[in-house]
Nanobody, 122 residues
Framework: QVQLVESGGGLVQAGGSLRLSCVAS????????MGWFRQAPGTEREFVAT???????YYADSVKGRFTISRDNAKSTVYLQMNSLKPEDMAIYYC????????????????WGQGTKVTVSS
């Protein structure tokens, strides 16, 4: 069992930056791929970024070059650095842990956090 708690969301102006954090409980954090997904009102939850247990990273095209995912296994924490934020990035961001493929699929993740809200003003 893995419990995930996100933090770091908030209100930011377009062009600004935010850093999201997700702390995991449990001893097996390092064996999971960790992903970030987001969901805007009226839309489906979509893939943002993921990082494998070995540190390989993958991004949605919409955030490539602006967002950076990283992990600190010693702290059981995964981060999402978001730069050059746009109004279309506004959503609730969810952290997830999983071990299945493909890593861009919601169904590949077994554990989810409650989400943190990101608001981007234009």
């Amino acid at each position: 069992q893995v419990q995930l708690v996100e933090s770091g969301g908030g209100l930011v102006q377009a062009g600004g930056s935010l850093r999201l954090s997700c702390v995991a409980s449990g001893r097996t954090f390092s064996s999971y791929a960790m992903g970030w997904f987001r969901q805007a009102p009226g839309t489906e939850r979509e893939f943002v970024a993921t990082i494998t247990w070995s540190g390989h990273t993958y991004y949605a095209d919409s955030v490539k070059g602006r967002f950076t995912i990283s992990r600190d296994n010693a702290k059981s924490t995964v981060y999402l650095q978001m730069n050059s934020l746009k109004p279309e990035d506004m959503a609730i961001y969810y952290c997830a842990a999983g071990r299945k493929l493909p890593l861009s699929s919601r169904g590949s993740y077994d554990y989810w956090g409650q989400g943190t809200k990101v608001t981007v003003s234009s």
